[in-house]
């Protein structure tokens, strides 16, 4: 693994002034915290760092010509010789149309998806209630993978109507926060599998992934009770996750008026306007198309449980079994090491490229979050030889392997749990 030359170790801060390096340019980002979609988190986290391949990773046309516009100063930065060739890389991935909208796709995509369900609400209504249910937990379960694409800004160059649709996917049709998703999403996107930063590997006190993150079980007695036995209940939790996430979504817009983030605060009433529409639309349908209670309860258990596994089977696969990095050695990797290091792929192929959102290409989506998905395969044939070239392991595994992984990581963090707690060191 090569010694990272393109950042420069800073403390984080948190009201002091943030500024970093893009193309060898300094600029003070310290006004965008509060406006910054993505929030002001990523911003700290770059605070006096190089961040030209996150942000050329994560902004469009518009954001290139904000930063333009802005003051800067010439800031040299030594990029080692793997984050050159990653950004030769992004030029032959450009040069070949990969990063080009793809607009008919993504209109038989969306089309496609809906048509879930459609057919769900058509199956209730002709008393086939638990057919309807099957129906919309793949709908939801697809509009996952949608949603996230719609918020990625994969479809459009006009970021309002990718914005906005992913409002209807996501808070109508799904009862997920867009802006809630997108705030942490965006973190786990810029500092991958990194302790105390990603939320995404932050879920204690049900499970931990790392040795490292044992150290706090001391400070959670929900911790030491749950973790020793993770392996066991890991794979009977995920049909929970939609449910999970539909809650968070709910605490959260009740959080966001006093939120740092300008234009999430502005959004709020939007957002809680098409979460209530969604849970209008929802409820309607379990009140009148089940007939009775128990098959209420039935679809509820059926829709959401699809849904929740078929999303936390791809999500929590992709990254959990992978290295997990302290918060204190991040800058031990570069930006390209970092992505592929944290992130496993799936064996493609026709139906897990479509189970999986494209996800199963996790590698080349965190490289180039904002890739078409139906561009992901061919790109990988760029990103393998990138990463043979570099000697970077690219890992891609079939899926039921990729489950053994994740459990075997789970069950030696156990063990080491129980040791701890026995020893009294927890």
């Not at 109508?172 to 500092?191: C, D, P, Q, Y």
């Not at 959080?255 to 209008?280: C, I, P, Q, S, W």
């Not at 789970?410 to 009294?424: D, F, H, K, L």
């Amino acid at each position: 693994m090569s010694t990272i030359t393109v950042t420069e170790v800073a403390p984080t801060p948190t009201n002091t002034k943030c500024v970093f390096v893009i193309d060898d340019r300094e600029s003070d980002v310290s006004p965008f915290r509060s406006p910054h979609p993505g929030g002001n988190q990523i911003l700290e986290q770059y605070h006096n760092k190089d961040a030209t391949d996150a942000f050329y990773a994560f902004h469009g046309q518009e954001a290139h010509e904000q930063l333009r516009r802005m003051k800067s100063t010439p800031r040299p930065m030594k990029a080692d010789k793997m984050t050159k060739e990653f950004r030769e890389l992004r030029r032959k991935v450009e040069a070949a149309g990969l990063m080009e909208r793809r607009y008919g796709w993504y209109v038989w995509k969306t089309a496609s998806t809906i048509a879930f369900w459609v057919l769900a609400m058509a199956l209730g209504y002709e008393g086939h209630w638990f057919l309807s249910a099957v129906a919309l937990g793949m709908f939801w379960q697809q509009s996952g993978w949608l949603g996230h694409e719609y918020a990625h800004h994969d479809v459009f160059t006009n970021r309002r109507v990718n914005t906005f649709i992913a409002y209807t996917i996501s808070n109508f049709f799904m009862g997920l926060s867009a802006n809630w998703w997108k705030l942490r999403h965006n973190v786990h996107h810029a500092i991958t599998n990194v302790l105390d930063s990603d939320p995404d590997i932050d879920n204690l006190p049900l499970f931990c992934y790392d040795f490292v993150d044992l150290n706090r079980l001391s400070t959670s007695w929900l911790a030491r009770k749950f973790v020793p036995y993770q392996h066991y209940y890991f794979l009977p939790f995920t049909p929970l996750l939609k449910l999970i996430w539909n809650l968070q979504s709910v605490l959260y817009i009740n959080t966001t008026r006093t939120d740092l983030n300008e234009k999430h605060r502005r959004a709020v009433k939007f957002e809680a306007a098409t979460l209530a529409a969604h849970y209008t639309w929802y409820l309607a349908y379990l009140w009148f198309l089940t007939p009775s209670w128990m098959a209420m309860f039935i679809s509820f258990a059926v829709s959401m449980g699809i849904a929740g596994a078929g999303i936390a089977l791809i999500v929590f696969l992709s990254h959990d079994a992978c290295e997990i990095h302290q918060a204190a050695k991040r800058e031990s990797v570069n930006f390209v090491e970092l992505q592929v290091l944290t992130t496993r792929n799936f064996t493609p192929g026709p139906f897990m490229d479509w189970i999986a959102g494209g996800l199963n290409y996790q590698i080349e989506h965190h490289l180039f979050p904002s890739m078409p998905r139906c561009n992901l395969n061919e790109a990988s044939k760029l990103v393998k030889k990138f990463c043979l070239d570099n000697g970077l392991p690219y890992q891609c595994e079939d899926w039921d392997v990729c489950v053994s992984l994740l459990l075997q990581r789970m069950r030696n963090v156990a063990m080491e749990a129980r040791r701890r707690i026995a020893a009294g060191k927890a």
